[in-house]
């Protein structure tokens, strides 16, 4: 699967971890509590990433294909850029909010 698609995968995987631990949250508390924030943080980080895709493929696809003036083109391209950086700076605090949601200080009590 694509870079997106496996995104997806690993955003699906983070939400069923932070159900998980909020289950637990009556019997580990804090540490549970904590543990449900951090795969909550990369849950939505990766859903703002899959908005950005899914943004993308439209302006790339049918809403390209639907306008024939360059002028009108030029800003579609433009605001696929935008997005296409927008999803890059995702993946980024992607990667820096599955590193501290993977300590193991987070992990420890399960």
Known sequence: PSGDARLQATRKAAERARYVAESLVPVFGRRARRMAEAAG???????????CAVTREL???P?????TDPD?????????A???ARSERLRDDYARLF???????LRRWM
């Open 41 to 51: 943080r990369v849950q939505d980080v990766l859903g703002e990433h899959r908005d």
């Open 59 to 61: 302006l790339a696809g």
């Open 63 to 67: 809403a390209l294909a639907s306008l």
């Open 72 to 80: 009108d083109r030029f800003v579609l391209g433009r605001l696929h």
């Open 82 to 84: 935008r997005e296409q």
């Open 99 to 105: 590193r501290a949601a993977d300590r193991k200080a």
